[in-house]
């Protein structure tokens, strides 16, 4: 039953992959499209959810802000330091609703809208949508023979966060591609270059790697963001080792639009990977 379930969610996922024109993330038994929302005016959208599991779940959604660092790593903002510009951002923002129980292989919708201010300054405002799975409760166990009395049990709380961007006005944005090396990790080979980022908006698309006389990408890994708050980032892509050599030498790195962007090169540089 479970397997016959796992296959229509499987199914629904693609509908939505093809609907959305994007990815769709899965974060233990949650299924979320988009993966990635952008509004440029008044007009709303939605976030479906979907439980692949096989007992009902409960997510709690929120907004939290999160500001890139320059290893493209996010770092979680207090809204109670936060900005005029990130104020703003929490206060156009409004979904509903907060709270889904999710029946196994049951979609539901978070609506999401937004109502942008009189006045406010062109520029591109982000936060972050979190969904956070509560665990169920459960009746306190005996101490299982301690003397105390007391037992403890762990139970890991996983979450989805997907960004949602707000632009007013008429934003551009230029992206460079720089020093592409290899490095030698504790957890294995990794592909690293630095990624800048001009103008007055985030740049986001899939990296793409092919070798000089050969058509088929030897490389490619989607979801790669550079967000306004910083000018640029480091990289860092875990490869495979058997896929080393074959990075190894002349290549060309594109850094291309997602195909609901229009796919178009956001930039590219052809260089030699030590």
Do not use: C
Not at 101 to 128: M, T
Not at 203 to 225: D, L, N
Request: charged letters at 20%; aromatic letters at 6%.
């Amino acid at each position: 039953m479970f397997a016959f379930r796992r296959a229509r969610a499987l199914a629904w996922l693609a509908g939505l992959s093809f609907l959305f024109g994007g990815p769709v993330f899965a974060a233990g038994d949650l299924l979320v499209a988009p993966t990635r929302i952008i509004l440029n005016g008044a007009r709303g959208t939605e976030v479906v959810l979907n439980n692949i599991g096989n007992e009902p779940a409960t997510y709690r959604v929120s907004l939290e802000l999160r500001r890139m660092l320059p290893d493209g790593s996010l770092e979680e903002i207090d809204p109670a330091t936060a900005d005029a510009h990130d104020a703003a951002t929490l206060a156009m923002i409004s979904y509903a609703p907060r709270r889904v129980v999710l029946p196994p292989n049951q979609p539901q919708s978070i609506r999401i809208g937004v109502r942008v201010p009189q006045g406010l300054p062109d520029g591109e405002y982000r936060a972050h949508m979190l969904f956070r799975a509560i665990p169920d409760a459960r009746p306190v166990e005996s101490g299982n023979g301690r003397k105390d009395g007391v037992s403890i049990a762990l139970t890991p709380i996983y979450g989805v966060t997907i960004p949602i961007i707000v632009r007013q006005g008429s934003l551009a944005a230029t992206a460079a591609i720089a020093n592409p090396r290899i490095l030698r990790e504790k957890e294995g080979p990794a592909l690293a270059f630095t990624l800048s980022r001009s103008g007055s908006r985030s740049v986001y698309g899939q990296i793409r790697i092919t070798k000089p006389g050969v058509a088929k990408p030897v490389f490619e890994v989607r979801g790669i963001a550079v967000y306004a708050e910083i000018p640029e980032r480091t990289v860092k892509l875990a490869i495979p080792e058997d896929l080393v050599a074959t990075l190894t030498g002349p290549v060309k790195i594109e850094y291309l639009e997602d195909n609901e962007a229009g796919g178009g090169t956001i930039a590219s540089l052809d260089a030699v990977i030590r």
